[in-house]
């Protein structure tokens, strides 16, 4: 998993509250458990017509939002299906902060085992940070600062603090895993000392 800690882009903007993780990522796309490829797919129905042609008016597929690693979201983004296939798509397509007045609390959690930094704000802040997405101008985040900065403004965010150090340190829940690698291979010695019988074949 990258590490994340300071990111700055213009971010993009989509207002459309409720927006579930079947919008994110469509049923179709769950077949594969590979995290790459999925981004071409993000918000499939609302980025292709009916022949599969890229609908001009997206958000995401004008420039330069088709580059955008900041998303700003309508409230309650993320609901529906606990799918990882919604981060995985969005961090695929190269986002990598999604900033809403509030998420649903799996996908938040997800978004955090992959690398992706869910802020959350009130509903005042998400305005003016989306006219700064309208502009075209870019706005910054600082993780270890738990702020967005933009302009001459800042907003701040809370973060619990285990999975601010996941982020920072690139740690997903395999690398927490082999960080305790010596612990668990002692216990595996004395159990089998203590214990032989339990792994014989």
């Not at 882009?9 to 079947?22: E, F, G, Q």
């Not at 919008?23 to 790459?36: D, G, S």
């Not at 509903?123 to 985040?141: P, V, W």
Request: glycine fraction near 4%; proline fraction near 3%.
């Amino acid at each position: 998993m990258q590490k994340f800690s300071k990111l700055k882009s213009i971010p993009a903007y989509l207002s459309t509250a409720n927006v579930d993780t079947d919008m994110i990522i469509p049923k179709q796309f769950l077949k594969t458990i590979k995290r790459t490829g999925l981004g071409k797919n993000l918000f499939f129905e609302m980025r292709y017509d009916d022949q599969g042609s890229a609908v001009s008016d997206f958000v995401l597929n004008k420039d330069p939002y088709n580059n955008s690693k900041i998303l700003i979201a309508g409230k309650n983004f993320g609901c529906g299906s606990s799918r990882e296939h919604a981060p995985w798509a969005l961090l695929d397509f190269g986002i990598t902060c999604v900033i809403s007045s509030s998420f649903a609390d799996i996908f938040h959690n997800n978004c955090f085992k992959n690398g992706i930094l869910p802020v959350t704000l009130d509903e005042e802040k998400i305005k003016e940070l989306s006219e700064y997405a309208n502009r075209k101008e870019e706005i910054s985040i600082d993780l270890v600062e738990e702020k967005v900065l933009y302009g001459n403004n800042e907003a701040t965010f809370k973060v619990d603090p285990f999975k601010k150090k996941c982020l920072l340190e690139g740690l997903d829940e395999i690398a927490l895993s082999l960080n305790k690698s010596n612990k668990i291979e002692s216990f595996e010695n004395n159990l089998k000392s203590q214990k032989p019988w339990i792994f014989n074949d």
